[in-house]
């Protein structure tokens, strides 16, 4: 066996998630665990229906829970929690206080950072714009944006009402975008005005006649003006209506219901990498993603109540879906848009 390199104390142990989520397993089904992992993986493995409703009220989810399971020893035949019900925009808006709840920092300096009390109410004034403008429950939204603070609040707004994400990163290029958004049929696009990578101002607006082109069923577009930066002009688009999400969040919000979902209902679109042929879309249910994500952030990771949270990632690769749920456990996270490396 190799040698140990390293071995928590007693009482970072005592101080983790995992031995919180021992205490209250053993107390809930009167288990003899004794921080002892490979019981706590064993208990897991043999009961998967009580583990994942565990991790539900471990974690504090807001939704109704109901204990039906069918498991099948075909793996992705089996389903748990069926006939639950959650809003997944309701769990990540998790806080509405004064506290920080994303930091946005580009690479050419511009910093920014939304308190939760701002968050949720631009959630709410987007979610009743589009709600507005007739989106119901499985239509998709498009976005084609960088990382920020406004990406998030689009993607909560989006889900809150039942309707389905889509992202793509400017850096995939125009045609990549077509290629996977031509897919779903959205009916609205979100989209910036610019990025910036390694020194450079990318214009994306430019794109947008060409989007439009190949793809028929957007009706809608809301435009976002890189942050700290005023809008850059584009020619003008006949035959569909341009939103520009300054003016959307000053309007005045209305109350917002969070309509409870089926455990399954869909939640984003992601897609295949396009190395064997056109990016093929998965799409992705809002029970299964929020507790697999929520049992990663609290026993993988030992996510707390004011953590703050950084990956490296842009809206185009599904570590951004893993980050932004990271505010269903009331921790904070970081937005970096740009290179990394630059200086």
């Keep these: 066996m190799s040698k140990k390199l390293w071995e928590a104390s007693q009482t970072k142990k005592k101080r983790s998630n995992l031995y919180k989520y021992e205490k209250f397993l053993s107390k809930k089904y009167n288990l003899n665990i004794k921080q002892n992992y490979s019981r ?188 700290g930066k005023n809008y850059l002009k584009f020619k003008k688009i006949n035959k569909i209506k341009i939103n520009f999400w300054k003016e959307i969040v000053k309007i005045k919000p209305k109350k917002l219901e969070f309509k409870k979902f089926d455990f399954e209902h869909n939640l984003a679109i992601l897609y295949s990498s396009g190395t064997t042929g056109k990016p093929k879309c998965i799409c992705h249910r809002s029970g299964g993603v929020l507790l697999q994500h929520l049992k990663e952030h609290q026993l993988h990771c030992d996510i707390k109540d004011k953590d703050n949270i950084f990956y490296f990632t842009t809206c185009g690769w599904m570590m951004w879906n893993w980050l932004v749920t990271s505010l269903a456990s009331k921790a904070s996270i970081v937005l970096f848009d740009g290179f990394p490396m630059y200086k």
């Design 40 to 227: 706590i993986l064993k208990w897991t493995i043999n009961n998967p229906n009580k583990f994942w409703s565990s991790i539900w009220d471990f974690a504090e989810v807001k939704g109704i829970k109901k204990e039906k399971s069918y498991l099948s020893k075909i793996l992705f035949k089996s389903k748990f929690l069926i006939n639950s019900k959650l809003n997944f925009a309701e769990n990540l808006l998790s806080k509405n206080d004064n506290s920080k709840a994303i930091t946005f920092i580009s690479e050419n300096g511009y910093r920014e950072v939304r308190s939760w009390r701002d968050l949720n109410l631009n959630v709410n004034k987007i979610a009743n714009f589009i709600k507005k403008i007739n989106i119901k429950e499985n239509d998709r939204i498009a976005a084609y944006l960088p990382n920020l603070i406004e990406t998030v609040e689009a993607f909560i707004a989006t889900i809150s009402l039942g309707a389905i994400w889509s992202s793509c990163s400017p850096d995939f290029g125009v045609e990549g975008a077509i290629e996977r958004f031509a897919q779903i049929k959205p009916k609205i696009l979100i989209i910036a005005d610019r990025y910036y990578y390694n020194g450079k101002e990318i214009n994306i607006i430019e794109r947008l006649p060409h989007i439009l082109k190949k793809i028929k069923s957007i009706k809608n577009i809301i435009i976002i003006n890189y942050p």
